[in-house]
């Protein structure tokens, strides 16, 4: 008897050491790396008690340092965010209109922007350098935003420009850089868009992108036609880019953008984030009541005076139905239009979600099936949903 309990001591013996040899050896490197326990790139919780996105689930882009704002980089994307309740954003420098200039003033052939605005002094100093250079230079811009100090100094150099002179907006903010990449978002290139409101701003490296901005350019610079007159003609309205990810293309209102918005909304699974100066269209809304009602979760956060002063705005029917939406919490302006869709599919660009930016407006939207992207904007809905009224 004595002997076999000696042998039983020792095989106890051996597993403890076998246990203890394993967690040495790969449990607690983990654990220093953060890979066991939480998720790799949780999303930081805000201090609200009802954080709705405190997991991106996504891997982390590489960073890109501003002073005033965020920034992520991959392959073929740069996205930003503005920074409004940075203390530093009283100064109107270091922002997201930093990169927007080192872009020009690496510019070789062309830059054709499309405006709705434009005060930066920095954007008019690179155009006017660009200019200078030899690089062929276009602007597009709102009629009704042409006679301000920055676009009266760019035509006094000689740069082309066109307004649409019609009643509906040009309300593009969009870049083309020599046929190879395209700057847009929400983002309006004034003191205010970039320091006081909250913005995104993507820059996408890819030719096919491209074309379809600058088509969508000289429709207007070159034919004179503006949001009715135009017609469909988006040479690349789906790409893939290299990484696998789908980008969809779309400009209003010859595109028809609420269709292609429509079946994305009624086909998520899980959750719908949204971010929205304007909020009129009813079905849009109604899309995101059905889901709610099958169990979708919906978050979302509008613009405090455009509920104010908006007629049919889709907020009170939001709140009646038991929706998690607020109020924005900034004094400058929630300007996002924004649809994060399961996590996985982020719908941005110009376009509100309103029946001016569908039937008369020209806008433009982008669709990115991305992970990584959405993650990002989830942690911008974060920053906004933090500070929004409850």
């Known amino acids: 008897m004595p002997r076999k309990r000696t042998v039983r001591m020792d095989r106890n013996t051996t597993l403890i050491f076998l246990l203890l040899f394993f967690v040495l050896l790969y449990v607690l490197p983990l654990l220093e790396r953060g890979l066991v326990g939480q998720p790799a790139t949780a999303t930081p919780a805000t201090p609200t008690e009802t954080s709705p996105t405190a997991v991106a689930g996504a891997p982390v882009l590489k960073p890109i340092p501003l002073r005033v704002g965020y920034g992520v980089s991959d392959s073929w994307f740069e996205l930003y965010f503005t920074d409004p309740l940075n203390p530093l954003s009283k100064e109107k420098e270091g922002g997201v209109d930093g990169p927007i200039v080192q872009a020009i003033d690496r510019a070789q052939v062309s830059v054709d922007a499309a405006l709705y605005s434009l005060s930066l002094k920095s954007v008019r100093d690179a155009l006017l350098r660009a200019h200078k250079r030899g690089v062929r230079v276009r602007l597009v811009m709102e009629s009704e935003n042409m006679d301000r100090a920055v676009p009266e100094t760019l035509k006094e150099a000689g740069i082309p420009m066109i307004g649409d002179r019609r ?219 933090a500070v929004a009224q409850p």
């Open 167 to 385: 009643q509906g907006l040009m309300h593009n903010k969009f870049i083309v850089i020599d046929g190879q990449e395209v700057w847009t978002g929400s983002t309006n290139l004034t003191d205010s868009g970039v320091y006081s409101d909250n913005n995104n701003l993507i820059r996408i490296r890819s030719k096919e992108v491209a074309a379809d901005y600058s088509k969508e350019f000289e429709e207007m610079f070159l034919d004179d036609k503006f949001g009715r007159d135009k017609v469909a003609a988006t040479p690349f309205p789906k790409v893939v880019m290299p990484d696998g990810t789908r980008v969809e293309v779309y400009f209003s209102p010859d595109d028809g953008v609420a269709a292609a918005i429509l079946p994305l909304l009624s086909s998520a699974k899980e959750s719908i984030y949204f971010l929205a100066y304007s909020f009129t269209a009813n079905d849009l809304g109604e899309a995101i009541l059905e889901r709610a009602k099958a169990g979708v979760q919906v978050h979302g956060v509008m613009e405090k005076d455009q509920v104010a002063s908006n007629r049919g705005t889709e907020f009170d029917p939001f709140r009646q139905a038991g929706l998690d939406v607020r109020l924005d919490g900034n004094s400058g302006q929630m300007h996002h239009k924004v649809f994060i869709i399961d996590r996985a599919i982020v719908i941005f660009g110009s376009y509100n979600f309103s029946a001016s930016a569908e039937e008369q407006n020209d806008e433009n939207l982008l669709v990115i099936y991305n992970p990584q992207i959405a993650a990002e904007f989830l942690k911008e809905f974060e920053r906004v949903y």
